[in-house]
């Protein structure tokens, strides 16, 4: 059974960093690529980045382009967001997800395991 566990969520200024981390077992993580996804109150789950299983192709939200950074260690079964120059519209649940296929997605329908997510807030 694959278990995603995010860490890091926090309350923040505007303009302070945070990196969200996301411990995954069960899984062969050289064959699932990953991704982070988040929601705010009253709106679908957003995606906001995804990696593929080699670490080499990535997808950013257009709006965290230049802000935020995923990256994963497979030795460590770890991905990371590496979220810089955070502001309030940043506020969210933020989850991590895998997929069984080593190529990245940006669908919230193309994974088929969730963490419980973390929560970033980001004060003005």
């Known amino acids: 059974q694959v278990q995603l566990v995010e860490s890091g969520g926090g309350l923040v200024q505007a303009g302070d960093s945070l990196r969200l981390s996301c411990a995954a077992s069960?899984?062969?993580?050289?064959?699932?690529?990953m991704a982070w996804f988040r929601r705010t109150p009253g709106k679908e789950r957003e995606f906001v980045a995804s990696?593929?299983?080699?670490?080499?192709?990535?997808y950013y939200l257009e709006s965290v382009k230049g802000r935020f950074t995923i990256s994963r260690d497979n030795a460590k079964s770890t991905v990371n967001l590496q979220m810089n120059s955070l502001t309030p519209e940043d506020t969210a649940v933020y989850y991590c997800?895998?997929?069984?296929?080593?190529?990245?997605?940006?669908?919230?329908?193309?994974?088929?395991?969730w963490g419980q997510g973390t929560q970033v807030t980001v004060s003005s």
């Open positions: 997800a895998a997929r069984s296929s080593s190529e990245p997605s940006k669908s919230r329908y193309g994974y088929n395991s």
């Open positions: 069960g899984l062969t993580a050289s064959r699932s690529a």
């Open positions: 990696v593929s299983s080699s670490g080499t192709i990535t």
